[in-house]
């Protein structure tokens, strides 16, 4: 139901309410400035979803050992030119670990999205060795590791990765492995 007529308090109110402001003066202008706070900058959206995408196409799951690369249980693997005394420093734990990422928990894809981000980061704070853990498996369906290996294809797609290998028992041993970084300016 729509009503037509305004109540009488209403009326009354405003009435009222209209003669007691009767005689008030509007105030000028005060010529003060209005200031609007700063836009917040655009966020380039579909520039981030690019860069996601191709960060995420970037490695591979389909990738066979490459000759660098031991078969053996403990990962090792150097790029070429890379000799095999480096390879033994880092074993031995010459360069200390300036960060970490653990994939416990992860599926296969989110491990693979967040190695890549985690090896972005680091490379553009400078860092040359990181430890990377990827468990030993035993929660796994038969027990074995399943991000190891493909957390060992994913680094050898790398050309930022010179070696990486098994951390030594105290670094996690067989369920993570150290990665030795290029430098920012591309040095070994």
């Known amino acids: 139901m729509k009503r037509t007529h ?6 009354h109110e405003t009435n009222l309410f209209r003669a007691s ?5 509007p105030l ?21 979803l690019d860069e996601r995408a191709a960060l995420r196409d970037s490695l591979s ?9 031991e078969t053996g249980e403990e990962l090792s693997y150097a790029r070429n030119g890379i000799g095999a005394q480096t390879l033994r420093r880092l074993r031995r734990g010459h360069w200390v670990a300036q960060d970490e990422l653990d994939l416990h928990g992860f599926t296969r894809l989110e491990a693979r999205e967040l190695l890549v981000e985690f090896l972005t980061r680091c490379l553009r704070r400078g860092l040359r060795c990181v430890r990377i853990i990827h468990g030993k498996g035993l929660r796994s369906k038969n027990r074995e590791p399943v991000l190891k290996q493909k957390v060992a294809n994913w680094l050898m797609q790398r050309e930022e990765i010179l070696a990486f ?6 670094d996690g041993g067989g369920g993570a492995v150290m990665v030795l970084l290029k430098g920012a300016s591309g040095k070994r």
């Open 28 to 48: 000028r202008q005060s010529g003060k400035v209005t200031i609007e706070r700063p836009r917040p900058r655009p966020i380039p959206v579909q520039h981030l």
């Open 165 to 170: 290998c098994q951390a030594r028992q105290s």
């Open 6 to 11: 305004k109540p009488a308090a209403k009326t």
């Open 61 to 69: 799951d389909h990738l066979a050992w490459e000759t660098g690369a």
């Open 21 to 25: 402001v009767s005689d008030v003066t």
